[in-house]
């Protein structure tokens, strides 16, 4: 049991002896009121009261005490346990993005150097939104067509009236609106596209042929019904197209390793230090992802020394240097890379999101991937199953990335051309790792574990387990305690120092 879960574990007090009363004549709100909306916005930021106490540079139990008055105030849990975690009520999940947005524009009103300029008596900044930017960093430009109208051009209507009847030689735009207007379907259940015309529509899109609206309209209209096997299929196929380069030509069967983790993740990347560990085992590993903001990937990227490379050609080089390599999406595929960032637009995941999972820019022909949705497994099968080739480990227990959970079940699915196998891994651990020890970081510790001068029962299985995740895409003949047992020996032989 983690130190977080034994300060959740007992029943937070449902009163305490100085809690606010709740107004009920309309009056405003007091100061101590508005405070409680500042440690709300951390709590569900955080998933947790230690979190939130953390984040707010107070201790736990005077967390917990604002947690009871946010109770007493609202006549509401606010937080829910789950199993191990807490979630937000209904109640709080409405107000969510109102208290985000309160919280930022009250810290961004606290920092001078960030407020806006006025200029002409007019304040210009955008108002506050409790949207995450996917990724943390300036979005790509997208290219799209211009959306003025050749003379002669059809309007419309016109274009309306023909779009059952388009074909190859009609023009991109002709033809992407079609491919629209097929997804509103009339009367009945909405049809989803093939996969030829999925990836005739995600070509002219990723071409920059495409009309602005006709991008949002396609990624909408899918995710609103749903996204189907083909259109997954039709969406890698259009992107794999733009990929220059023949794929991996080396020795050895090397493994596609996707890290896409959500921005607001804070867990370690400790799967990292197990693809460092295959890699330095002779499996060539090509890790792939929007370039790492200061966080959790980009300190364990520096401390194992993975070098992050922009091309396909250094990619291959660096592989056949160390045998792993971080490929930066948005150089290599920046077509791609844009169409995720529209989520900061959108304010919802599309397809492109789950596309990225499947680009194998080196074409291994094997993936190792998490599945940032639920039913994830299926419909991966059905767009390998659509495209006709590789090999998909979906790790269902962790969301985004493919890192192993020891101290729970974790739920596999290996998906292919042919059909998919489900597995299910018992946990290794009795109770969840532990939080580093004061004074630790992940990049510290992992330093320590790697050179044997720390021990950390809790992060070594998830390094362990991560490791045997690879194992088992690469053979998925041999049972997952085969590749545990793997794993387990190349960890006590790894060799070398991190520094």
Known sequence: MTRLDRNLQSDVPQSVNNKPKSRTDGGGATLSQLRLLVALDAMLRAGSVSGAAAELQMSVPAASRLLAQLRAH????????????????????????????????????????????????????????????????????????????????????????????????DCPRHRLAAHIARLSGGTGPAPSLSASQARDAFEIVLRGEADAVQIGALLAGIQQRGVAGPELAGLVAAARAQRPGPGWQGQAPGLDWPVYPSPRQRRPAWFLAAARLLADAGTPILLHGFTPQPGPVATLLSALQIPQVETLPEAEAALDRGGIAFLRIETVAPQMAALCNLYAVLGMRTVAQIGLRLLDPLRFGVTLAGVPFSGGGGLMTSALTHLGDGRLLSVLSQRDVAQATPHRWMTLVLSGAEGETLTHVPPSLTSAPEGLPPGYGPEAMLTALWQGRERDPGVTAIIRDSAALALMALRPDQPFATHQAEATRLWEDRAGRLA
Do not use: H, N, W
Request: hydrophobic share 40%; aromatic share 2%; proline share 12%.
């Open 74 to 169: 609202y006549a509401d849990p606010i937080l829910i346990r789950e199993g191990r975690r807490m979630v937000p009520s209904p109640l709080v999940a409405k107000l969510r993005r109102r208290v985000a947005a309160l919280s930022r524009e009250a810290r961004l009103l606290l920092s001078a150097d960030r407020l806006p300029q006025a200029e002409s008596g007019l304040d210009r900044a955008d108002p506050p939104s409790a949207l995450v930017p996917f990724p943390e960093a300036p979005r790509l430009p997208l290219r799209v067509s211009e959306p003025t109208r050749a003379e002669g051009e059809p309007g419309a209507d016109t274009l309306l009236r023909r779009l059952d009847g388009a074909d190859d030689s």
